[in-house]
C-alpha cells in the first residue's frame, strides 16, 4: 500500500524566511508525485507534477523537487499569502488514484 | 470556466438518514473523483468516473455508499444509513485530461461539509 509522510506538521515562518517542506513516500512503481495548497474551507489547489527523480519545478516563489525516497517543497522569501496546508500525493503502479500524505500547515507572518 | 461546484455546502443529518451530495465538474472534463477528508488529514480517495463509467472504488466505499454519473457530466454521490464515523469534508474534483496527467492535475470544488448527530 502506497505511503506518504509529510513533515513538518506544522511550520511558522517570518516572512521572507525560506525553509522547505518535506515528503517521504514508500510506492510501488512511482508514476508520478503531485504538490497541492488547501486554504481554510476550499478543496486543494494543484500545484506542481513531477514524474522522476532529479526533475524540478518553479513557480514564483516555490520550488518543488524529487529524489528516490522523497521531495521538497522550498519556499523562498515567504509572504504571508502563502500561509496554506501544503498537500503531497503519489501515483503509484496499481490503479488510477492519489495517496494524499497528511499536509503541512504553513503560517507566514508579518 | 466557473469551476468545480457542490452542492450543498453543508448538510447536517440524524443517524441513520440517507444524504445525497451532487458535484457539477468543469464543462467538458471526462474525469471525475469524489473523495474524502477529515480534519487534519489529506483527501482518501473514494471514486472516479471516466465519462459515465465508474473505473476504481476504494475499499472505503462500503455497501452504504453509492455514486453516479449518469450522463457523463454530473455526478452524486449517496449515503445511507449515515454513521457518526461518516462525518467528513465530501471533495469533488475534475480534470480534462486522461492518462497520468488526467489522475495528477484534478481541480476541486469547495467540497460538501456532512455532519451526522
Known amino acids: 500500500e502506497d505511503q506518504v509522510t509529510q513533515s513538518p506538521e506544522a511550520l511558522r515562518l517570518q516572512e521572507g524566511e525560506s525553509s522547505s517542506l518535506n515528503c517521504s513516500y514508500t510506492?510501488?512503481?512511482?508514476?508520478?508525485l503531485f504538490w497541492y495548497r488547501q486554504d481554510p474551507g476550499k478543496g486543494p489547489e494543484f500545484l506542481f507534477t513531477?514524474?522522476?527523480a532529479g526533475e524540478e519545478k518553479e513557480k514564483e516563489r516555490l520550488k518543488a523537487t524529487l529524489t528516490k525516497k522523497e521531495s521538497f517543497l522550498h519556499i523562498t522569501a515567504p509572504k504571508p499569502e502563502d500561509s496554506a496546508t501544503y498537500l503531497c500525493?503519489?501515483?503509484?503502479?496499481?490503479?488510477?488514484?492519489?495517496?494524499f500524505g497528511t499536509g503541512t500547515q504553513l503560517k507566514v507572518e508579518l | 470556466d466557473t469551476g468545480v461546484s457542490q452542492d450543498p455546502r453543508h448538510k447536517i443529518t440524524k443517524r441513520g438518514q440517507n444524504v445525497t451530495f451532487r458535484c457539477d465538474p468543469i464543462?467538458?472534463?471526462?474525469?471525475l473523483y469524489w473523495y474524502r477528508q477529515t480534519l487534519g488529514q489529506g483527501p482518501e480517495f473514494l471514486t472516479y468516473?471516466?465519462?459515465?463509467?465508474?473505473?476504481?472504488k476504494s475499499r472505503l466505499l462500503s455497501d452504504r455508499f453509492s455514486a453516479e454519473r449518469p450522463k457523463g457530466s454530473f455526478s452524486t454521490l449517496e449515503i445511507q444509513r449515515t454513521e457518526q464515523g461518516d462525518s467528513a469534508m465530501y471533495l469533488c474534483?475534475?480534470?480534462?485530461?486522461?492518462?497520468?496527467?488526467?489522475?495528477?492535475?484534478?481541480?476541486f470544488g469547495p467540497g460538501t461539509r456532512l455532519t451526522v448527530l
Open positions: 474534483a475534475s480534470s480534462p485530461y486522461t492518462g497520468l496527467a488526467g489522475v495528477g492535475t484534478q481541480y
Open positions: 510506492v510501488s512503481g512511482l508514476r508520478g
Open positions: 513531477l514524474y522522476s
Open positions: 500525493a503519489v501515483l503509484g503502479g496499481g490503479g488510477n488514484k492519489l495517496t
Open positions: 464543462s467538458e472534463h471526462n474525469r
Open positions: 468516473f471516466q465519462n459515465e463509467a465508474q473505473l476504481e
